[in-house]
């Protein structure tokens, strides 16, 4: 029975195997605790887990994108398309039936883009970035290019501001959205096609495994996990909004690069966008509490993106030892 | 007779930015007849410059296969510098435009080129701080008024031969681009490289610097497409420009350069930007909301992907040799 | 031999982190003569070349080139030296001309502005096609003619520049015997004009018939250096290269039993003949063809990889539609691409990952993969065959050829009720013992009644394995040779014209 346990958790080490960018994101976390006022506070460590939280459950959908080799934009405006959708949802058919109805708009275009690229084979950068122009002009049409406030109700509210045993439900949701993307990538069988289509679809289709399925199921969860997302930040912000996280898109590629996921697919763990997502959670925080003006903030964050990369890069010894071996192609 | 433009074989999938256009322009025509007015027609024609100059600095990066999202931001910066050093020394100080997008570039280059970081987060990362920059010049996204905006007006908006002098400028860029893709060796070397990546090392060319001098290209139209921003404007803009990259891509995809690199020509970009301008124009005159258009641009971008699809299922390249 | 060496290599050193490519390499290339360099995959002779032309730098050791100590930085400066490097990856530009392929180098070397400048004219195209004895319209896009074409124009743009020293790595790996023979013919009238060759090929035949001397790499070491090709047998060339000699001998094969597997009416083109063929159970099938022929695409398209103009697929009575693996897999139909690299590895995934793909419906119970039934099940196919290093967690990328290859037979070997094995050139760029292993694993599959397909440019493997052989030409199986047929008459067959 020990013997069995100690199995277990020798494996799940294994697969947690710090990534590189874990190291990164100890760095400044010291870093910050030391030069930022407040920073290392329980009450801080909230907010940014907090605000964290819907970039982490985002993030873990794109990983699964970026493992399929794929990327996808459209979490921008569905977000925004689902806001509104529940807004508009609401009066009729209550909170519940409101959120359901954002949900499922998200999904719906989760389906549309793991149709066009599982059956037609079309790059999914360009599918996603117009599904990402449209759906935002569709979202926008809906509300007529303003806000619509949601009439204010405690269950509405509650996906954002609601605690479980004293903890926010947005973290509760980004862990187990952490918690889930970390089994499926690491036991289950959906998981393992992702890596060998991600990995190369074209001897993955040779050995026998359906690559249209598998990619539109990946599509497909991805989604939901931005559905997710869509619930808790209409809820936050309370209103439906036609650019509601416009740049939602551009910060889950980058958690997952900080994170160290490779966008040539095949690759990426659940680990790595918990360290890509906490990196730039904490940025964001101490740019926030150091009161730097916004144009200090964006230059900053720019540059970590890129800095942490270039480290990543870099660094040969720690954390990415199961990739540096692999010789570039054309070599013998 | 070594110039790219009369290679055979390529042919349909430049086709696709005319035929679009022409679509348009009967479809938006039949729609409203003052689509096809002298005035509206004039209209189309000065404004799509600036997306052209974008998507013809877009298509080099594409072209070496990678692309750049940060156009926009650029241009942004661009512009803002251009009105700066055109305050600072008058008119040639608006040239500080097409250097900061070639500094951009520079960078970008070297991230990708050098570094080896995918281009999507490179080009993400210097966005993002390229935005900061414009800021952080501008005390927080003022604009930046032209001391001597009679000037830039004149330039932008008195028509000599027909258009005014800022237009002719973007019209000489475009042919000096078409010249860099397809005679000169800096074009056929960004060609190659997007061609067979792993093979330019082997033929004796620079790998790192091929790359550099296509996203400094690109950079470097985003950078002239700032300064028509300015001169169009009469203030330098630090916070426009967000949306154009992806405007950017659509229209160098629909002018027919391949996203797997080592296909593109100038000419079908130019109309590819012109047929987005025509479709933004048309569908405003309609009285459609501008999210509609919106919509249209989002739905013409998978479109021009599933036309990629078309091309490859219906003409397939043949390769056996004993048929 | 009375000539200095022009080019010479000695105690040449590097290390990839903790690997050893080359521990004391040396090499000496002289004017007028064909040098061969052999060694098994991974004895360094890649490493080697690089270094030669500037992609790589040693970390120890000497290049002189004429009478100075060279280290090139870039192949640039190699090929302005005159040392033109032919690669055997195709390092060919697809959507561009021949002719801008042609002028490639140029390309990299000018520092003009003007692309006109370094493109070469039409003519000059021309005479360098020719030369190689390629007609084609230098304006045609490379990606629109074959396979063995590139490999020509590949060829024909090494030839053109000005070159002292001229490296051919596996340069007729794509091409037939014809091509070949041209090839040799411009390489023996550039040595006459006092070029030095280095040839690499594992094809001892040509080695016979064009080099002079040869340098035998084992384990990152020179083992024989520069000696004259004709004071070697060919046994102890091989027994050079591997350090001991491994048996290649003819094999006892399993008898045959009913037809398990049949194509019938098969055409990969709508106008192409027919074809009819059917294997039966135990039994190995050659397809034997010039690459060109066709005989790949006709196993692919047996394999349900790759679908047809018409026709009728049938496994133990089953239609199975063509161009659907996921259906043949199913139906227990295996297939070991030609390509590794593209068509076969997962290259970042690890070993098991790699070997398990085929099987993970049941290796998994309720969409769970369970580790224990995966290395179950394909443990022991890679204890067979011999997979070394056995570290299953390692990514595929870091094996050799040899092992990626085995990776690609144990994912086939273990496929959930196999009964057909379709294998597409299982050993090429295979090191001599993986080799045997892999020969050994397919007699196995067909004695335990599995139908085995080989498609390979390989005669010797053809002929070793194979109950029967059948001639691919055109596209068309045009001759069925039983066991035992003799080399010529097999060459022969494959060669023969269509006027024949």
Known sequence: MTALAIRMARQVRDRINMPASFFVAIALFALFALTVPRFATSGNAENVLRVASILCVVACGQAIVLILGGIEFSFGSSVALASIVTVLVVPDYGVMGGFAAGAAVVLLIGVLNGALIARFHLPPFIVTLGMLMAVAGLAATLAGGLPIDAPPSEAFSWPARGRVLGVPVPVIAAGASVGTLFLVLAYSTIGRLWYLVGANPEAARLSGIRVRTTIFLGYLAASAFCALAAIILTSRVGSGQPSLAPNLPFETIAACAIGGIPLAGGQGRASQVLCGVLIIAMMNNAVVLLNFPVAYQQLMIGAVILGSVLLQKSSGSIGVLWRSSVPKRGGR | ?323 | MTAPPLLTMTGIAKHYGATCALRDASLRLYPGRVHALLGENGAGKSTLVKMIVGVVRPDGGTITFGDAAVAFRTVRDAVAAGIIPIYQHLSLFPQLTILENLSAFAFGATRDLRASSATLSIEQARAWLSSVGLERDPMTLVEEISIGERQLVEIARGLGQACKVLILDEPTAALTQDETERLFTVVRSLCAQGTAVLFISHKFDEIDSIADDVTILRDGRTVVDGAPIRSLTRDELVRAMLGEAVATGSRELPPPGDVLVEARGLRLHATAEPIDMGIRAGEIVGLAGLVGSGALDIASALAGATPVASGTLLVAGDVIPFGDRHTASKKGIGYVPSDRHLQGLFPVLTAMQNASASSLKVISRRGVVREQAESDRLLPWLRRLKLHPLKTELPAASFSGGNQQKLLMARNLALPGLRVLVVLEPTRGVDIAARETIHQAIIEAALKGVAVLLASSDLDEIEALSHRILVVRQGRISQELPRGTARGALVSALAERDAA
């Open chain 2, 1 to 323: 007779m070594t110039s790219r433009v009369f290679i055979p074989h390529l042919g349909g999938r430049f086709l696709v930015a005319p035929l679009c256009l022409a679509m348009a322009v009967v479809f938006f025509g039949g729609a409203a007849p003052e689509f096809l007015s002298l005035g509206n027609l004039q209209n189309i024609a000065t404004q799509m410059w600036l997306l052209a100059l974008l998507s013809i600095g877009q298509m080099f990066a594409i072209a070496s296969r990678g692309f750049d999202i940060s156009v926009g931001a650029t241009a942004a910066l661009a512009s803002t510098a251009a009105a700066l050093g055109a305050n600072a020394f008058g008119l040639p100080g608006l040239l500080a435009g097409p250097i900061a997008g070639l500094a951009v570039g520079t960078l970008n280059g070297a991230l990708v080129g050098v570094a080896g970081i995918q281009p999507i987060v490179a080009t993400l990362g210097t966005l993002i701080a390229v935005r900061g920059i414009a800021l952080l010049l501008t005390d927080d996204g003022q604009v930046v008024p032209l001391v001597d905006a009679a000037a830039a007006a004149r330039m932008s908006f008195n028509p000599v031969l027909g258009l005014p002098l800022a237009y002719w400028a973007a019209i000489l860029l475009v042919c000096l681009a078409a010249l860099i893709l397809n005679r000169s060796v800096i074009g056929r070397r960004i060609v190659m490289l997007g061609s067979n990546p792993e093979a330019v090392r082997l033929v004796g060319i620079g790998y790192a610097r091929t790359q550099i001098r296509a996203y400094q290209l690109c950079s470097l139209y985003a950078g002239f497409a700032g300064v028509l921003l300015t001169l169009r404007a009469g203030t330098g803009l630090p916070t426009e420009g967000a949306g154009m990259e992806l405007q950017a891509i659509a229209a160098a995809v629909i002018g027919g350069t391949a996203l797997s690199g080592g296909v593109a020509r100038v000419v079908p970009v130019v109309l590819g930007a012109a047929f987005i301008q025509a479709l933004l124009t048309g569908l405003n005159l309609q009285g459609v909301s501008p999210f509609v258009a919106q919509i249209a641009v989002g739905l013409v971008i998978i479109g021009s992907g599933l036309l990629e699809y078309a091309i490859r299922h219906f003409f397939p390249v043949e390769h056996r040799s004993w048929t």
